[in-house]
């Protein structure tokens, strides 16, 4: 975060040429500002600010969250995800505070895909950035809204899910059309039943039961 107070101000030559400081958070004013998706996280122990001889305040907090993001998985495994992470501080009107960023979204996606694990089921593929300003009862509140776009490594899946389930509807053919008397027919039958139920059963482990449609590999 880096806001300016012109109250904060000092002349280098007066203080030894001190230019900057450090300090405590809590003993200057900072935007307070809200993970909008936050539902959990784990806070540092860094709350200290620098303070510039012009009045530019820096305050640099890393924190882990988890966040609330709404999944499509209609084409699981060969889906892409996009989830919000919005940043607003309702405290203070749009009149008093306007956030805004100082990255473009190109700089924001280098630095994220330099911190992102590569080798995690998701891909981090693209993140765009929107700024706005929120009406709630009658008053503006300024936002920022990182979009992000995930594309799911599907790798995993066709080796243990896909693969298997084809291969049961070609045996189930095999045995249906071939050349085997109607019992052991029925006992096949009743085998590739119980398998697919099975891998029915990991599916419905692996995918969230929040989303509107179903995957396409669950339905048939």
């Known amino acids: 975060q880096e806001w300016k107070n012109t109250l904060a101000t000092w002349d280098p030559q007066d203080f030894c040429n001190i230019s900057k400081v450090i300090l405590p958070a809590d003993t200057y004013w900072s935007p307070p500002v809200f993970i909008l998706e936050r539902v959990n996280g784990q806070n540092s122990n860094l709350d200290y600010m620098t303070i510039m001889h012009n009045g530019s305040f820096n305050s640099t907090q890393p924190f882990q969250v988890t966040l609330t993001c709404s999944l499509v998985i209609f084409k699981f495994p060969f889906d892409t995800q996009m989830c919000n992470v919005s940043i607003a501080s309702y405290l203070h009107p749009v009149t008093d505070l ?21 080798d995690g089921e998701w891909k981090f593929t693209n993140m765009s950035i929107m700024e706005y300003t929120e009406e709630i009862d009658d008053e503006g509140f300024s936002l920022v809204t990182y979009v992000i776009s995930m594309e799911r490594r599907p790798m995993l899946y066709i080796l243990n899910l896909i693969l298997p389930t084809c291969a049961l509807y070609l045996l189930d ?3 249906l059309f071939g050349p085997s008397s109607l019992e052991e027919k029925i006992n096949f039958q009743i085998a590739i039943i119980l398998g697919s139920s099975m891998l029915a059963v990991i599916l419905n482990n692996i995918l969230p039961t929040s989303s509107n449609k179903p995957p396409i590999i669950g339905t048939h």
């Open 173 to 175: 053919l095999a045995v």
């Open 98 to 118: 306007v956030l805004k960023v100082r990255r473009t979204p190109a700089e924001m996606m280098k630095d994220s895909q330099s911190y992102f694990l590569t």
